[in-house]
């Protein structure tokens, strides 16, 4: 199971020598997604340790490939802006593109070609850190480290290139170009973070050497404590919240709420390459399903407590997902509603831990009688606080920046031994 920093350690003195990092994201604040929410609280945790922060990222274009807010909260090109806390962001340019892949792939990499030498107009860090799974991004961090002369921490938010070859993404000689590619960061690097220990223990089996885990999370001070739902509701309300991409198989959901009728309704929040198809398969099955725009701050919590149960969904074929905990299940167990989880693994068993629901198949028929008997006993869908409490015990922002805190001193301080 993952290993989180001690309790005690969650807030850091100041450094006598403070630190200097350049991070390489794909997407950060003033955009809402998985690597933004992860790194706006841990650089929050960081400048508290007096430690300063470059953050090298595509003018905001995320998630619809376009800019869609004012040009002051986007940036301009080669342009420094000021972040929400002691951190500098210099933003590189990118191309518009849509929802598809290749197109996204191109953008990833024009951005992370001319993030390498944005980098070098920076400060000199005392480290450099990329976080993928934007894969065009870990050459660029590379060659900025080597370029620099300082150490690599690779940050692998998904299991590449494990995923790769599940999802088929690419074939032949190109994806064993990939996969390489991939494999020769990793080994190099002088730190390799997960964000679950399934994937770290999967890293080290082929030979990575320094590998560490610190998991996805969030600021639980930020999440409200949720009223229990109504018992006496009549129409049983699901809510999905997140990616509607490929590997979350969100057909099945669609079809089990079409096998249990107008007596249930499913909420699905978010966007993704699947999105249309979702709601074609929905308008065909006549299933009880509305639609949403992606959603934050109250509007989203609004629609949690409007919620019965919460979907975290990943598709059960795929072996990579073995080691994968969707970013989301964090932020709904601290809420506190009831989770319907199709998942395995790793996933499966934080979900069993945190005593947050059921686990059920990736199946329609199986999800339908799942869904029935909730909508009949609703007394399980009310929750103790458990999953709450496991939340603030293992995947709170406070602690997890401490221990980031911890590996990066620790890395700096045998790299000055090294170096002598």
């Known amino acids: 199971m993952q ?28 955009e809402h997604s998985p690597p933004q929410r992860r790194w706006t609280a841990m650089i929050k945790e960081f400048s508290r340790s007096g430690w300063d922060v470059d953050v090298v990222a595509p003018v905001a274009h995320y998630p619809f490939g376009r800019r869609a807010l004012p040009r002051r909260l986007a940036g301009r090109p080669f342009g ?11 933003r590189v340019p990118y191309l518009r593109h849509g929802n598809s892949r290749a197109a996204r792939l191109v953008d990833q990499c024009f951005s992370a070609a001319l993030s ?20 065009p991004s870990l050459l660029a961090g590379y060659a900025l480290a080597k370029l620099r002369g300082v150490p690599l921490i690779v940050e692998m938010r998904d299991a ?3 995923l790769a070859r599940d999802a088929r993404l690419v074939q032949g000689s190109v994806k064993s170009a990939v996969e390489h590619v991939v494999d020769f960061v990793q080994h190099r690097a002088d730190l390799v973070v997960t964000v679950t220990e399934g994937f770290a223990e999967t890293l080290r089996s082929r030979g990575v050497r320094r590998v560490a885990t610190i998991s996805n999370g ?23 919240l997140g990616n509607h991409g490929e590997s979350q198989r969100l057909e099945v959901a669609i079809r089990a709420s079409a096998l249990v009728g107008d007596s249930m309704h499913l909420h699905m929040v978010g966007h993704g ?57 964090y932020e709904v167990l601290a809420v506190g509603r009831h989770v319907t989880a199709m998942v395995r693994g790793e996933a499966a068993r934080v979900i069993a831990d945190a005593e947050a629901g059921d686990i059920v198949a990736s199946d329609p028929e199986a999800l339908a009688a799942l869904w029935r008997e909730l909508a009949a006993d609703r007394g399980r ?33 045998k790299a000055s031994v090294d170096t002598r």
Not at 121 to 127: A, E, G, H, N
Not at 276 to 296: G, W, Y
């Open 80 to 90: 420094l802006q000021d972040g929400q806390f002691t951190e500098k962001i210099l």
């Open 381 to 413: 869908l009310v929750r103790n606080g458990d999953s709450r409490q496991w939340v603030k015990t293992h995947a709170e922002y406070g602690l997890l920046a401490s221990r980031y805190v911890d590996l990066i001193a620790e890395l700096l301080g």
């Open 116 to 135: 390498v030498p944005a980098g070098l107009l920076l400060t000199k860090p005392d480290v450099v850190i990329v976080t993928a799974p934007a894969l």
């Open 160 to 162: 590449w290139p494990d």
């Open 218 to 240: 969030l600021n639980l001070d930020a999440i409200p404590v949720l009223d229990a739902p109504d018992l006496e509701r009549p129409v049983f309300e699901a809510l999905y």
């Open 273 to 329: 390459t699947r999105r249309r198809a979702l709601e074609k398969l929905a308008r065909d099955l006549k299933a009880p399903v509305t639609f949403h725009a992606p959603l934050h701050g109250e509007a989203m919590m609004e629609r949690y407590a409007s919620a019965d149960t919460c979907l975290v969904s990943l598709r059960d074929d795929w072996k990579s997902f073995e080691t994968t905990v969707p970013s989301k299940t």
């Open 3 to 30: 290993k989180h920093a001690r309790p005690n350690s969650a807030r850091t003195e100041p450094q006598t020598s403070p630190v200097r990092i350049t991070l390489l994201t794909h997407s950060y604040w003033p």
